[in-house]
């Protein structure tokens, strides 16, 4: 089976930052395009970010220019940066890993924004 590892999450302070990460088996991360989605409770999973093999990136419009997706491949593992984080950004994210044949998630990691 394969494993998403996320880490990372927690709990931070409006305004505040974190930096998710997702490691992937190799054969997998060097494969597959990457991507971040976070379910809220009560709501549907959602995409935030995506990043290709060769580094194209999107973004969901409600986190442009908070935060940043990217990937290292050498040590197979794709990163979030977030900062200016807002309650709203309060969820469980999720790794993802997909390609044309094949479709991979993590377990997800809890990141709750409060005061």
């Known amino acids: 089976q394969v494993q998403l590892v996320e880490s990372g999450g927690g709990l931070v302070q409006p305004g505040g930052s974190l930096r998710l990460s997702c490691a992937a088996p190799?054969?997998?991360?060097?494969?597959?395009?990457m991507g971040w989605y976070r379910q809220a409770p009560g709501n549907q999973r959602e995409l935030v970010a995506r990043?290709?093999?060769?580094?194209?990136?999107n973004y969901a419009d409600s986190v442009k220019g908070r935060f940043t997706i990217s990937r290292d491949n050498a040590k197979n593992t794709m990163y979030l940066q977030m900062n200016s984080l807002k309650p709203e950004d309060t969820a469980v994210y999720y790794c993802?890993?997909?390609?044309?044949?094949?479709?991979?998630w993590g377990q997800g990691t809890q990141v709750t924004v409060s005061s």
């Open positions: 990043i290709t093999r060769g580094g194209s990136t």
């Open positions: 993802n890993a997909w390609s044309s044949t094949s479709n991979y």
């Open positions: 190799g054969s997998i991360f060097s494969r597959n395009a």
